[in-house]
């Protein structure tokens, strides 16, 4: 592309030279393919003017090697992200078309031998030695990475890497695809009749969504807002197992189905850690994370499972007689559709206590007011919203700033559930910013989710889990927009996977203080806060099956690190009743023979790497906040010390050092392997 084409294209893709302000209301799928390949040219000939640079020092080679690929990765982000959230056929089709080209490009980048050259050559010089501990550390971490990637191949080997690396980013798109369009293209409705116990706020929803679809009724999709409900409360146990059936099936139906893909990417991940010289995958995945290796992550989880199933059979008699007793002694047998159903009745006859007694006192706008005050007292931030373009009306926008009135970041918040848009909650980031020689540039990042929407006659009103995982992102959110790595590259939750979850578990603590809940639940009629015997109940149900949440999260960390350490994906065995038997022994009711619930686990198979064989990561850093969170526990959860010692020690750090010695910085001392299980009550 000549000089006269790009500055022509620039003028008319809004992808190209994006700055601060992303135009998400011009962007459009037609412009995704030709930013990229502007992009990628663009970014080949720095690369190639990088590689050969006669003089090397920091500012001008490392520095400008950190910020290589700014520009398309912000691209690459940005195409991805539409195609999750506004997803269509046009968005898909732009996802998969550049899928190839930047997968071959990344691949390329880390194999290229002048620069790898070039960077071992610096990593010789006076200067290297005599760099500081961040920059030492992103030279380290920078060796590392083109040492992971394969840059020492050669010949075939280097060859059939590309031809593994460009695989996985198109049939682990694939996998994704085949899930948000499973997930979209059911629906069930039915009569008022069939939905007796469920919550008057979910009938009033799932009829309006039926009359906007022409019909009589109820609209019943696998949305969570409306999946869960069903599941816990609805009197009609046929009702149950279909959806509950109907969920274990996302990902398995013809032209849609994820079976043959999830033993392809298995072979193709292990081929790939094995020609990088790993045993397997999970090796490979967790040499640079906090377990260090796939061993000593399922050792982690089976010495869990060994000290929580003990609970786990306790409780599940318990219900099994609970049960019994009301259904009486001649009832079926309870399958997985019952279990959350008289799960909740058991809890409501022990504690008093129905989850949807919290929700009026969850209004969306009051969860994220009080939520941003909890963080400007903590963390000394305040938190405004404000205006830019967006990619849906229901899209919001957010400035932070900290104590000084600097501009650290902005955020975007989408919050609902739409058939466009794939499930679960998240945050990403759009643009890395941090200190500069002249002052600071902001973070730019997203918050996502798909909580229980408004409708015409009340706000969105949350339930407690959803508050949980709002806290939960926003979280994820502070380790970006806090941090103050100069180094792009070792930035916000650039961090090791087993280490980034501790910023957002750490946040949910906050959720069951009374002091903190008294700053944004709220009735959203009276404005009451939560009265102190329904705030009584509600502690004294909090561990209630605490050991079967635990073990359901337990299922989970080793079905992915089994499949990727001990399964052999070139055998005979088929991936789907291996992971269902594992899974079987999590679960206090029978599974179904047909039971896939792997072929829609977006974690594991929806990206190259994801939470492929690092979902454990989840309780590890449970573990690591429920420890961290003593302290504030101990020094007071609004103690403005605490805090910024937090602020200091993890949120503005990055991957600036160990994060083993970023946590001690914090607590002065390892972490307390029992403190999950004592805040969980399982000790």
């Known amino acids: 592309m000549t000089a006269t084409q790009t500055e022509t294209t620039g003028v008319s893709n809004p992808l190209l030279n994006v700055g601060f302000r992303i135009p998400f209301d011009q962007i459009r799928p037609e412009h995704a393919a030709s930013a990229v390949d502007t992009l990628l040219a663009q970014t080949q000939e720095k690369l190639e003017q990088l590689a050969a640079a006669p003089q090397r020092d920091f500012a001008n080679f490392m520095a400008d090697l950190d910020t290589l690929t700014e520009q398309l990765d912000t691209v690459n982000t940005i195409v991805h992200h539409l195609d999750a959230v506004i997803s269509s056929p046009e968005w898909t089709a732009a996802k998969m078309e550049i899928l190839p080209r930047t997968s071959e490009f990344y691949t390329r980048l880390g194999l290229h031998e002048g620069l790898w050259e070039a960077v071992k050559g610096f990593a010789a010089t006076p200067q290297a030695a005599a760099l500081d501990p961040v920059r030492a550390r992103h030279l380290q971490t920078a060796i590392d990475g083109f040492r992971r990637e394969g840059a020492d191949l050669q010949g075939e080997a280097r060859d059939r890497l590309l031809t593994l690396n460009t695989r996985l980013a198109e049939v682990t798109s694939t996998f994704s695809r085949n899930v948000l369009e499973s997930t979209a293209a059911y629906e069930l409705f039915v009569p008022t009749e069939r939905l007796a116990g469920v919550p008057q706020r979910v009938q009033d929803a799932t009829r309006r969504d039926a009359q906007g679809k022409g019909q009589d009724g109820h609209r019943l999709t696998l949305h969570a807002p409306t999946l ?360 206090p009711f029978p599974l179904p023979d047909a039971y896939a619930q792997i072929a829609s686990f977006n974690h594991l198979f929806s990206s190259p790497v994801g939470y492929g064989a690092g979902y454990y990561s989840y309780k590890w850093a449970e573990v690591l906040d429920a420890d961290a969170f003593s302290r504030f526990a101990q020094e007071g959860i609004f103690n403005r010390d605490t805090g910024r010692a937090f602020v200091d020690s993890v949120l503005s750090r990055g991957n600036s050092a160990d994060p083993a010695e970023l946590y001690r910085e914090f607590m002065g001392r390892d972490p307390d392997a029992d403190a999950l299980l004592r805040r969980s009550g399982l000790l």
């Open 228 to 587: 869960l409900p069903i599941l816990t409360y609805a009197d009609d146990r046929e009702l149950r197992r279909e959806l509950w059936e109907a969920q274990g099936r996302l990902g398995v139906q013809e032209g849609r189905d994820n079976r043959p893909l999830i033993r392809e990417i298995l072979q193709l991940r292990r081929e790939k850690a094995q020609l990088l010289g790993f045993r397997d995958f999970a090796d490979y995945v967790l040499q640079e994370r906090m377990a260090g290796g796939g061993d000593r992550a399922l050792s982690f989880e089976r010495d869990l499972d060994a000290r929580t199933r003990p609970a786990f059979e306790r409780e599940n008699a318990e219900l099994v007689a609970f049960y019994h007793e009301r259904a009486g002694a001649d009832a079926p047998e309870l399958q997985p559709w019952d279990g959350a159903y008289w799960a909740e009745k058991q809890r409501q006859e022990q504690y008093d206590f129905d989850e949807e007694a919290l929700r009026p006192y969850f209004p969306m706008d009051g969860v994220l007011s009080g939520m941003f005050e909890i963080v400007r007292r903590v963390f000394g931030v305040s938190v405004s919203e404000s205006q830019a373009p967006g990619w849906h009306p229901e899209v919001r926008y957010y400035d932070i700033h900290d104590e000084n009135g600097t501009h650290v970041a902005s955020f975007y918040t989408d919050w609902f559930p739409r058939d466009s848009k794939r499930a679960g909650a998240w945050m990403n980031a759009f643009i890395t910013g941090g200190p500069r020689d002249s002052g600071v540039e902001p973070h730019l990042g997203l918050m996502c989710g798909n909580m229980t929407p408004p409708d015409a006659d009340t706000p969105a009103l949350l339930s407690i889990r959803e508050v949980e995982t709002v806290f939960h992102e926003f979280g994820h959110l502070l380790h970006h927009a806090l941090s103050r790595v100069s180094v792009k590259s070792l930035s916000g939750t650039r961090v090791a996977w087993d280490f980034v979850e501790l910023p957002s578990q750490i946040m949910e603590n906050w959720v069951m203080e009374r002091e903190a809940l008294d700053l944004f639940a709220r009735h959203y009629q009276t404005g009451q806060t939560i009265p102190e015997e329904l705030f009584d109940r509600m502690i004294a149900a909090r561990n209630y099956r605490a050991a079967n949440a635990a073990m359901r999260q337990y299922s989970f960390g080793l079905t992915d690190l089994s499949l990727h350490v001990e399964f052999d994906p070139t055998g005979d065995a088929d991936p789907l009743p291996y992971a269902r038997d594992i899974m079987a022994t999590f679960i």
